[in-house]
Nanobody, 115 residues
Framework: QVQLAESGGGLVQPGGSLRLSCTAS????????VAWHRQVAGKQREWVAS???????TYADGVKGRFTVSRDNGANTVFLQMNSLQPEDTAVYYC?????????WGQGIQVSVSP
């Protein structure tokens, strides 16, 4: 079992930035990929961004150009840098790390964007 610990969420004003971190208890060197998802209460969880084993990134249309996913293999940590945040970005954010044998989810962290 791999444990994922998320951090970096909080309350920010529109136009502000946050960086989410997700630290795994297993090395990231042989991952298949990483994904970030988010969920608003009462709605389905939606995909936000992905990074594959070659560090190729893809983004949902609504965050393209504002969010950046990356990783630090030495720290077993993946990041989601979020800039120009808007109220519609308010959600619980989840990291997901995909290994060949299984995939694992973080516990979720709240991001709130409000004046």
């Amino acid at each position: 079992q791999v444990q994922l610990a998320e951090s970096g969420g909080g309350l920010v004003q529109p136009g502000g930035s946050l960086r989410l971190s997700c630290t795994a208890s297993r090395s990231l060197l042989r991952i298949v990929g990483v994904a970030w998802h988010r969920q608003v209460a009462g709605k389905q969880r939606e995909w936000v961004a992905s990074l594959d084993a070659r560090d190729t990134t893809t983004y949902a249309d609504g965050v393209k150009g504002r969010f950046t996913v990356s990783r630090d293999n030495g720290a077993n940590t993946v990041f989601l840098q979020m800039n120009s945040l808007q109220p519609e970005d308010t959600a619980v954010y989840y990291c997901r790390i995909i290994y060949r044998d299984n995939d694992f989810w973080g516990q979720g962290i709240q991001v709130s964007v409000s004046p």
